[in-house]
């Protein structure tokens, strides 16, 4: 079996973040076109959310705690985010990928915004037999706050270190991580310190570029490197080509 | 808090298992109902998948192992039983119920046919918040067939246990566990042995009333009591009246 890849989908490649959960169908038709040109690699995907539930999460102020008076907004905010998983998994599955959409709301546990538990067994099992899960950024029950907004780069970096990816890609609408308007090609623990982190075109509530590398940066520290690239480069990371964006690896 | 209960809704108690996947409303409203004037217990509901989802995992021959040919199946098997849970929680909602579906395919790993892994501590976040967790029979990755059907009743017994739930009750289309025409008031471990158990008037892949005896049978054994009894007692059982079921509990 080739070695498994963990590929994140930014949520700004996947919709229009100024619009109401427009889907960016161009880019998904993209990124579906070249997985299924990779079929043989075992595929785990991670999307952000996107346009879609961070209204919503705004809207229930789910940041601030559950109390009665918000906790529809779990349901809300999730069905906005399932609904962004159930068009990338259409998506997917019309190229003949064998994909399926996999909820954090329903396999996670976190505390203080953080995941401590998750059920990854089963995603295992599916890399094996040739399934694609696709997870999303989400609202998942937390113990401290009741709940939290776990985003799609948090869940890279616990998947990546749960399942020991040993190749992780995320692809975003930047050609990497800049510094001005050059793109950074290696970040380190010990780098990151000194170079200035231009943000994403937009930021979110779950942190943009800076909030992407935080956890990049954390993963390295654990031994896992990582690759951002824009998303038109994706056919080059999974074929192991150069994809002119940034490496983060440990130092 | 009072005690939390699981209850769980039989197949054919929410659809027809003659025709194809029709869902039984009247018994859905009178569910919703009666959950809706229990609203201070915290609950988890599991529903069978009844005549959904069924004729899939026979049509892909689910249980004899998955392969690349039949690995389709688990996608459509598990969006036919989805399907299902929506109507539930919808249901659910309508009566002011802050349900939520929650899809074991997503959170159980099984060996064997088997549950063997299961993320737990989200569910109980949400019985302590006041959100009905809404679980289902369904399709689950299997480290040894690849994947395999998983029971509502297997997923009492799963709970039951995990979650150390003092109250379980089970709403079914019969008054209870049958010998000829009587209801049987008490079973234990003990007495199995001594009755022979009437089928609940359809059979399925997961094994009828026989399958959900020897579940609960396990439970039991284990130090946890449940109660079968017909739909229309649910009021009752949550009441903690008399409903003129069956009490399945140790010796």
Same mark, same amino acid.
């Given at each position: 079996?080739? %070695?498994?890849?963990?590929?994140?989908?930014?949520?700004?490649?996947?919709?229009?973040? #100024?619009?109401?959960?427009?889907?960016?169908?161009?880019?998904?038709?993209?990124?579906?076109?070249?997985?299924?040109?990779?079929?043989?690699?075992?595929?785990?995907?991670?999307?952000?959310? #996107?346009?879609?539930?961070?209204? %919503?999460?705004?809207?229930?102020?789910?940041?601030?705690?559950?109390?009665? %008076?918000?906790?529809?907004?779990?349901?809300? =905010?999730?069905?906005?985010?399932?609904?962004?998983?159930?068009?990338?998994?259409?998506?997917?599955?019309?190229?003949?990928? %064998?994909?399926?959409?996999?909820?954090?709301?329903?396999?996670?546990?976190?505390?203080?915004?953080?995941?401590?538990?998750?059920?990854?067994?089963?995603?295992?099992?599916?890399?094996?037999?040739?399934?694609?899960?696709?997870?999303?950024?989400?609202?998942? @029950?937390? $113990? @401290?706050?009741?709940? =939290?907004?776990?985003?799609?780069?948090?869940?890279?970096?616990?998947? $990546?270190?749960?399942?020991?990816?040993?190749?992780? $890609?995320?692809? =975003?609408?930047?050609?990497?991580?800049?510094? #001005?308007?050059?793109?950074?090609?290696?970040?380190?623990?010990?780098?990151?310190?000194?170079?200035?982190?231009?943000?994403?075109?937009?930021?979110?509530?779950?942190?943009? @570029?800076?909030?992407?590398?935080?956890?990049?940066?954390?993963?390295?520290?654990?031994?896992?490197?990582?690759?951002?690239?824009?998303?038109?480069?994706?056919?080059?990371?999974?074929?192991?080509?150069?994809?002119?964006?940034?490496?983060?690896? $440990?130092?």
């Amino acid at each position: 079996m080739p %070695e498994p890849v963990l590929l994140k989908l930014g949520g700004s490649v996947l919709t229009k973040k #100024g619009g109401p959960g427009i889907v960016r169908q161009e880019n998904l038709a993209l990124i579906s076109r070249e997985i299924a040109a990779h079929r043989k690699v075992p595929l785990l995907i991670v999307h952000g959310a #996107g346009s879609c539930g961070h209204p %919503e999460a705004h809207r229930f102020r789910l940041m601030e705690g559950l109390t009665v %008076e918000n906790r529809e907004g779990v349901f809300v =905010t999730h069905r906005s985010v399932s609904k962004l998983n159930s068009i990338v998994v259409a998506a997917l599955r019309e190229k003949g990928i %064998e994909a399926i959409g996999i909820h954090p709301l329903d396999s996670c546990y976190a505390e203080n915004g953080r995941i401590v538990s998750m059920e990854c067994r089963h995603i295992r099992e599916m890399l094996s037999r040739g399934i694609v899960p696709v997870l999303h950024g989400d609202v998942v @029950m937390d $113990g @401290m706050k009741g709940a =939290t907004i776990v985003s799609g780069d948090q869940l890279v970096s616990y998947l $990546g270190h749960a399942l020991r990816f040993g190749r992780i $890609g995320l692809a =975003t609408d930047v050609p990497g991580v800049l510094a #001005g308007d050059d793109v950074i090609p290696v970040l380190t623990p010990q780098t990151i310190g000194q170079v200035r982190i231009g943000s994403s075109r937009h930021t979110d509530v779950t942190g943009g @570029m800076e909030g992407k590398i935080r956890e990049l940066v954390e993963l390295a520290r654990a031994g896992t490197c990582s690759e951002i690239f824009h998303v038109e480069q994706t056919g080059a990371f999974l074929d192991g080509r150069p994809h002119g964006g940034t490496v983060v690896r $440990g130092g």
